[in-house]
């Protein structure tokens, strides 16, 4: 990786990101809340991911939107880690859904993955056809491997520029000034 944690840092002491970088992140990432928010929180997740799973189902992202409204977005990054079998065809299953139906319905079944901790094939295609998606378009867009590339993109780069190495891996990065802090 070539993450650096004695990169430059602001006068407040937060590591800063290029602005080439930050748009990196957000080129065709599905951005949910205020996407011209001050605040991008950056998730690197995985659908199979038990944490992940507990960080949605929290408190936490209600809390945070309450709080800060739309000063934040979150910015959901894909991770799929290799000993979870589901991980990678349900991040490209959530990609070929937010294809058809946009950020809302590609949000939804994220959530939805996570709120009944299942990622399989066959669950994520019923509940996407719920959500409005085309079953044998999914299938179809699932089997070409049409959004591998992205999902290996976004992995990639969440290890290279912030240090990510497993999941939830978040990133909070001030839009304006691109300073930013990894937490775990």
Known sequence: ASFNPFAQRSDR???ML????????????Y????????????????LECPFCAKLHTSWAPDEIKAKYGDD?????????????????PGAELAECLGD??????????IEESFAKWNS???????EAVKLGGDKDALAA?????????????QMARGTQLF??????????????????????
């Open 72 to 88: 934040i977005n979150i910015v959901f990054q894909h991770f799929p880690l290799g000993f979870h079998a589901n991980a990678k």
């Open 120 to 126: 399989t094939r066959s669950f994520l295609l019923d």
């Open 31 to 46: 951005i949910d809340w205020n996407v011209d928010a001050k605040i991008s929180w950056v998730e690197y997740s995985d």
């Open 18 to 29: 290029a602005d080439d970088d930050l748009a990196a992140v957000k080129q065709g990432a």
């Open 100 to 109: 058809q139906k946009g950020s809302e319905a590609f949000y939804a079944l």
């Open 141 to 153: 867009c699932l089997d070409a491997g049409t959004h591998g590339d992205k999902v290996d993109t």
């Open 163 to 184: 240090g990510v190495t497993g999941t939830p891996g978040n990133v909070l990065i001030n839009n304006e000034t691109g300073e930013y802090e990894v937490l775990s």
């Open 13 to 15: 002491g937060l590591l």
